[in-house]
């Protein structure tokens, strides 16, 4: 089973599959529908049923009932990687029977186990790493990797009774829009589980609620010389206005069910700036405050600087998936029982960020997550564990088994 996850993993972080936050078609970026095409063809070799691919780059498929079981389970990855780091990687490096020392990577990029110590939890197992240059992709390919590997097992073992199993993988995860051409009613299903959490054991059902911000400052450039009480610098009032915002509640200050604003683009002139925020939180209370933070502080330098001089657009993302899934607990009990068969402590912790089964789950489709088995994502230094990938493989067998009802 190792060897068949790992296979497949490797097969598919070698294929390009950034999405782009500034594109505004579906998918953002042509190059995710290589994957998409890859696993359509899987799919049906392997014997899949009702497998197809949609112009806007989603991948679904079925397996089958064996049984009469009458709740129809799911399970979704994306197959786009994040646009933070480069990912055309080519040569994905393969550790077996890892001995628990540092990994060079490249000649100046070093995966040290005093900066990473989790390292130290997967001595005598098989680590992948990407090439020092580029992020690997195991967010989400991993996921892809470990649900195409379950689909394998159950197609060819008819004695493991389940019922109807549908699949799905996705795009533009990465940029927030995951799920903007999901066709939830088609997938059919009762309840089902993303595979994009991190190390083996994850289980995660909150989320943050989400907000982006635009801001556009507008200056009044006067040759300096001359700019006495005349000039409005732009960027000045764009540093003014993050100062304006609680400087502890910033992603390096928070961590657990602390929210933050966090600057994520500033550029421009005297003239004109653009500036853009995320907003986050999990309680819905704080993140409205934090909202209203924003839009006090812009007013607050309007009033300063005259009216218009600071236009901003708060536009809400995503929400917390709790107030869903505690309505369809038996997804997470039954979670824990999967991880526990398997000699799998589960750990469950809210998710600092979002996943497309969040969005899914206030469409009607309740969908918490699980582990993805990778570590690091989002950058150079990120790695998967094929022996964990392969222990999740066994606990959607075991979720497929439970859902038997």
């Known amino acids: 089973m190792k060897q068949q996850v790992l296979d497949r993993f490797l097969q598919y972080v070698k294929i390009d599959t950034q999405s782009n936050p500034y594109s505004e078609t579906l998918p953002s970026t042509e190059k995710q529908h290589a994957l998409a095409d890859l696993l359509y063809t899987q799919l049906v070799e392997m014997g899949?049923?009702?497998?197809?691919?949609?112009?806007?780059?989603?991948?679904?498929?079925?397996?089958?009932?064996?049984?009469?079981?009458?709740?129809?389970?799911?399970?979704?990855?994306?197959?786009?990687?994040?646009?933070?780091?480069?990912?055309?990687?080519?040569?994905?490096?393969?550790?077996?029977?890892?001995?628990?020392?540092?990994?060079?990577?490249?000649?100046?990029?070093?995966?040290?186990?005093?900066?990473?110590?989790?390292?130290?939890?997967?001595?005598?197992?098989?680590?992948?790493?990407?090439?020092?240059?580029?992020?690997?992709?195991?967010?989400?390919?991993?996921?892809?990797?470990?649900?195409?590997?379950?689909?394998?097992?159950?197609?060819?073992?008819?004695?493991?009774?389940?019922?109807?199993?549908?699949?799905?993988?996705?795009?533009?995860?990465?940029?927030?829009?995951?799920?903007?051409?999901?066709?939830?009613?088609?997938?059919?299903?009762?309840?089902?589980?993303?595979?994009?959490?991190?190390?083996?054991?994850?289980?995660?059902?909150?989320?943050?609620?989400?907000?982006?911000?635009?801001?556009?400052?507008?200056?009044?450039?006067?040759?300096?010389?001359?700019?006495?009480?005349?000039?409005?610098?732009?960027?000045?009032?764009?540093?003014?206005?993050?100062?304006?915002?609680?400087?502890?509640?910033?992603?390096?200050?928070?961590?657990?069910?602390?929210?933050?604003?966090?600057?994520?683009?500033?550029?421009?002139?005297?003239?004109?700036?653009n500036v853009e925020y995320i907003i986050r939180d999990h309680d819905k209370e704080k993140f409205a405050k934090k909202k209203q933070q924003m839009r006090e502080a812009v007013d607050s330098l309007n009033k300063k600087y005259g009216e218009k001089t600071v236009e901003a657009t708060i536009k809400d993302s995503y929400f917390n998936m709790k107030e869903i899934i505690l309505q369809h607990f038996h997804l997470v009990e039954n979670a824990q029982k999967a991880f526990l068969s398997q000699g799998i402590t589960p750990q469950t912790s809210p998710i600092r960020g979002g996943t497309d089964g969040a969005t899914l789950s206030f469409k009607g489709l309740p969908c918490p997550n699980l582990s993805g088995c990778y570590y690091n994502a989002h950058g150079r230094y990120e790695y998967a564990v094929a022996d964990d990938m392969a222990q999740m493989v066994d606990v959607c067998v075991e979720l497929a088994k439970l859902y038997n009802i």
Do not use: W
Not at 158 to 164: F, Q, S, V
Not at 209 to 227: L, M, Y
Not at 241 to 263: A, I
């Open 48 to 273: 899949a049923s009702n497998v197809r691919k949609s112009k806007n780059c989603y991948v679904y498929a079925e397996i089958p009932a064996t049984s009469t079981g009458k709740f129809n389970l799911g399970f979704i990855a994306h197959m786009d990687t994040a646009p933070d780091a480069p990912g055309d990687l080519q040569n994905p490096t393969v550790i077996n029977n890892y001995d628990g020392k540092d990994i060079v990577l490249s000649q100046d990029t070093i995966l040290s186990t005093k900066e990473f110590p989790s390292l130290l939890e997967h001595v005598g197992k098989t680590i992948v790493c990407a090439d020092g240059r580029c992020l690997l992709g195991g967010d989400d390919k991993a996921g892809v990797a470990i649900i195409m590997t379950l689909a394998q097992r159950l197609l060819t073992h008819p004695e493991i009774e389940h019922g109807k199993i549908s699949i799905a993988f996705t795009p533009d995860e990465e940029v927030g829009r995951g799920v903007e051409g999901f066709e939830v009613e088609a997938f059919n299903c009762d309840g089902a589980y993303t595979i994009d959490g991190v190390g083996v054991g994850q289980l995660e059902y909150e989320n943050f609620n989400a907000a982006g911000v635009k801001i556009v400052v507008n200056g009044k450039s006067i040759h300096p010389g001359d700019a006495k009480d005349l000039m409005v610098n732009a960027l000045s009032v764009a540093v003014e206005l993050d100062s304006l915002l609680p400087k502890l509640e910033r992603p390096q200050h928070t961590c657990g069910y602390e929210g933050f604003f966090h600057l994520t683009h500033l550029s421009g002139s005297v003239e004109k700036a």
